[in-house]
């Protein structure tokens, strides 16, 4: 899940790739990003302009769609992505105080990345798993039913497996 | 079919209630046992309630369901059920504990959209058409006329399943009526409602039916090319889709003169990239144009002119899923169903604190009474349902006393809320209403596109008051202001984003107006939710002096020897709750 590298190390031959799987119009961009965020986890500004030299589409309106859409991410990610699902069921049901235990257990405030890049705690609006809310995800994998007690069980076999390593 | 098959549920809810877990130990557990069974999967059911499933299919055909199997109740099933021959009742929908309930969630359901969720594979196209798969195309290719096509949805009376209920039929009708070499059709998959899950269920259970459902209606208004706009919050959905179009061009269901014919059709799948916005029809194809989601003002209608400027066609999921199964089984058989306006069935989401969540299609017309107290089991916390959130940030909250209302178009928008997508979210005493407003706006209000100036602005007004509300900073004031914000909001949008995003708010002042008083006047949140007004304490006489609250405390504000009582500092309490949820003597008192 290690897909973060600093932005001088970024091998940008692959945006070559992309462009020619995904197309050079302008109805490419979401695509195309999309698929350079699945390789770098983010989108670096240097992939975004290599994005416009190689294609038909403006700078202007890559990054718009860029930081129009969440999904887009312009910042790297820690190591492992907790995605908390602040939807309406998750909500009635206390996600708001699981997500506070989540995010002190992780020493951060609120959301954001931890200070050494082990972690990412994200709200997201729903994982449309609602009948088993409230929810989590970690790294694409959604654990269902929590409470604060089992979703700090959870983090920490993160952890424990991230120190182990 | 002479083994033993062993099936595993294996959508989003089922893997968040531990499936593959379940599916690797019976997979260890098969290989170690002395019996020749297959393992395999299968989607979702609905009945989210009791996953894990896993289905056994006895040679002589002989079907038992077991609802939450663990990994260790797995390897029982194993051992018991597939060696000897032996189900364990005790665990199954057909006998067991479970069969009273199962039988109350499933007997005022009617399976429609859901035929095959559950029942078939997902990623394997033969079962599919096991089960009449691309019959309804076949049918409609070989022997029908585009213009009979549409006749025969349109005699249906099948309306919009997005939530907005416009009759699919004379959608069609305008797309077949403009005259262009060139047309799409587009599924809209991209699910953004919080709390609404229906669409995610049939894509993940039964991808190739929406295919099908869109090659009719490519067929029947002129259109070779189909869109599915899925959002990327779903892999699992868009994963099975791939499969799912894959295996429809091997077999020549996809791709040029389909049944020998002079039509052609194929489908590709965009990603949505978040954007709650993007559910409405011409903010949705702005971004499959690759701009960002902002709508435009119609008309003209995409039907006329839409992706790329060609007559395009926007159907819901639920919408599409319904199509083969008409085509299939004739108008009458859907009109059957339903209210004067409002026919077949309709899959709703219910969660929240619910008894028994899930996936539930009822017949149009039913009461929400007994969608929520019959099918669902009523709350999961022992105390009274308040209300019903329906149709997400777009909708509204209908009370308890409002809930002979019945399952139809019309009448729910007359109570305030909406039929929408079909995202159904149970509140009981303990969820407060003006908290539920602020969270809704909250959501509106980071989803604007910023196009509308009453809808940027006007929605980040709206959710400051009540921010300031239920911080118990409020004025009666403060309730009049909102009511003429959400009136101009709606009013001036130009899509329905802005245009119903006041519901949540308008509804809750119109049946809950006590809530917010008691928050403004007495400074009192009564359903003891929100923050500011509250007060955490222990009662001396019900505390053991266990210290489990002591533990859990981020701040360190509760203090107290070994059994004796504690107590908690009000100036260092945060009012997390952790307390509360952690103590098992019922001494944490919430004021």
């Known amino acids: ?165 | 079919m002479n083994q033993t098959q062993v099936i595993v549920g294996m959508a989003s809810c089922g893997l968040a209630a531990g499936a593959q877990e379940t599916y690797d130990a019976l997979n260890e557990a098969l290989s170690k046992a002395d019996a020749e069974a297959s393992l395999g999967l299968s989607g979702c059911i609905g009945v989210c309630f009791l996953e894990p499933i896993v289905k056994v299919v006895e040679p002589d055909g002989t079907e038992w369901t077991y609802g939450n199997v663990t990994a260790k109740r797995a390897r029982t099933i194993v051992q018991k059920h597939v060696a000897k021959g032996d189900p364990v009742s005790e665990w199954t929908f057909e006998s067991g504990e479970y069969a009273k309930t199962f039988e109350s969630f499933t007997n005022k359901q009617v399976r429609i959209v859901m035929r095959n969720c559950g029942e078939i594979d997902p990623e394997n196209i033969q079962e599919y058409l096991n089960r009449d798969g691309y019959k309804a195309i076949e049918k409609a290719v070989t022997s029908m006329t585009r213009q009979e096509v549409i006749d025969e949805i349109t005699a249906s009376g099948l309306r919009g399943r997005g939530g907005a209920g416009f009759p699919t039929g004379r959608k069609w009708q305008f797309a077949y009526d403009a005259s262009n070499d060139t047309k799409y059709i587009i599924c809209n998959a991209d699910e953004g409602d919080p709390g609404a899950f229906m669409n995610r269920t049939v894509l993940e259970s039964d991808p190739h039916s929406v295919l099908e459902g869109m090659m009719i209606g490519g067929y029947a208004i002129g259109a070779e090319q189909g869109f599915i706009y899925c959002r990327a919050e779903y892999p699992l959905a868009l994963k099975r889709l791939r499969i799912a179009i894959d295996q429809a061009r091997e077999r020549g269901f996809l791709g040029e003169n389909l049944f020998d014919s002079d039509f052609s059709f194929d489908i590709e799948i965009r990603q949505g990239a978040g954007a709650f916005v993007c559910g409405e029809e011409t903010a949705l194809i702005a971004s499959i144009e690759g701009k960002r989601g902002m709508p435009k003002l119609r008309p003209p209608y995409p039907a006329t002119s839409g992706l790329f400027g060609k007559p395009t066609i926007i159907n819901n999921v639920n919408t599409l899923t319904n199509v083969p199964w008409v085509i299939l089984n004739g108008a009458e058989a859907l009109a059957q169903y339903g209210t004067e306006t409002s026919k077949g069935t309709k899959v709703f989401s219910l969660a929240g604190k619910i008894a028994r969540g899930g996936s539930v299609e009822v017949p149009m017309g039913i009461t929400l009474d007994e969608m929520i107290h019959d099918i669902g089991g009523g709350s999961n916390t022992g105390k009274p349902v308040k209300a019903v959130q329906m149709g997400g940030p777009s909708g509204g909250c209908v009370p308890a006393s409002l809930f002979d209302t019945r399952v139809d178009y019309e009448e729910l928008t007359s109570t305030g809320a909406i039929m929408g997508s079909g995202g159904a979210v149970v509140m009981d005493e303990e969820t407060c209403m003006v908290d539920i407003a602020r969270f809704f706006l909250n959501f509106t209000q980071t989803e604007s596109c910023g196009k509308c100036t009453y809808c940027r602005v006007g929605t980040r007004r709206m959710l400051e008051i009540l921010t300031r509300i239920c911080e118990g900073e409020g004025t009666m004031e403060d309730l009049d202001t909102l009511e003429e914000l959400a009136e101009k909001v709606k009013s001036t949008a130009l899509c329905g984003l802005g245009n119903t995003a006041p519901n949540p708010v308008l509804t809750t002042l119109q049946y809950f107006r006590d809530e917010y008083v008691a928050h403004v006047e007495d400074k009192t949140c009564p359903a003891k939710v929100c923050r500011s007004l509250i007060t955490y304490s222990i009662d001396a006489e019900a505390c053991t002096g266990c210290g489990a609250c002591i533990r859990v405390c981020p701040v360190d504000a509760i203090t107290g020897e070994r059994k004796e009582p504690h107590r908690i500092d009000p100036d260092l309490c945060t009012r997390c709750g952790s307390c509360y949820e952690a103590c098992t003597f019922d001494a944490i008192r919430v004021e």
Do not use: W
């Open chain 1, 1 to 165: 899940m290690n897909k973060q590298a600093a932005a001088s190390d970024l091998d940008l031959s692959v945006v070559g790739d992309t462009v020619e799987r995904c197309g050079t119009g302008q109805d490419a961009v979401i695509p195309i990003l999309l698929d350079l965020q699945e390789t770098f986890g983010y989108l670096p500004v240097e992939a975004m302009q290599r994005v416009a030299e190689e294609t038909d589409i403006t700078p202007d309106q890559i990054y718009g769609v860029a930081t129009f859409y969440a999904q887009f991410r312009l910042e790297p990610l820690g190591k492992h992505l907790i995605r908390m699902c602040h939807g309406t069921s998750c909500h009635v049901r206390g996600i708001v105080g699981i997500t506070d235990t989540i995010s002190d257990l992780l020493d951060l405030d609120g959301e954001g990345t931890t200070a050494d890049g082990g972690f990412t705690l994200e709200k997201v609006a729903c994982l449309g798993c609602c009948s088993l809310s409230p929810v989590m995800m970690i790294d694409g994998q959604v654990f269902g039913g929590l409470t604060r007690k089992k979703a700090k069980r959870i983090l920490k076999r993160f952890q424990r497996e991230e120190t182990e390593q």
